[in-house]
Nanobody, 123 residues
Framework: QVQLVESGGGSVQAGGSLRLSCAASGYVYSSYCLGWFRQAPGKEREGVASIATGGTRYSDSVKGRFTISQDNAKNTLYLQMNSLTPEDSAMYYC??????????????????WGQGTQVTVSS
């Protein structure tokens, strides 16, 4: 499995921005479907965004505010989060799925997970 380590979480006021990073290692395949997910207390984990060779996908709740990207040379995945609201507060996880899946931010396809980084947005 791929090893993933998130960083960049923190506390920010509503309207602010944060950039999350996810350092990956242990790649077996030449490419992967990578994604960001989040889980707020008492809620189910939900997909935020995904990226693969074919492009990016976003959940409706973050479309237009969040941008997923990757630096292949650094094996690092990013999530730029702008116009944050308190509803974005959650533990954020990066995840990896094999390259043959239909790459989308859906839990079922991802089999490698990081430990998470906390994002707290205050009003």
């Amino acid at each position: 499995q791929v090893q993933l380590v998130e960083s960049g979480g923190g506390s920010v006021q509503a309207g602010g921005s944060l950039r999350l990073s996810c350092a990956a290692s242990g790649y077996v395949y030449s490419s992967y479907c990578l994604g960001w997910f989040r889980q707020a207390p008492g809620k189910e984990r939900e997909g935020v965004a995904s990226i693969a060779t074919g492009g990016t996908r976003y959940s409706d709740s973050v479309k237009g505010r969040f941008t997923i990207s990757q630096d292949n040379a650094k094996n690092t995945l990013y999530l730029q989060m702008n116009s944050l609201t308190p509803e974005d507060s959650a533990m954020y996880y990066c995840a990896a799925a094999p390259p043959w899946v239909d790459c989308r931010p859906a839990l079922v396809d991802f089999d490698s997970w990081g430990q998470g980084t906390q994002v707290t947005v205050s009003s």
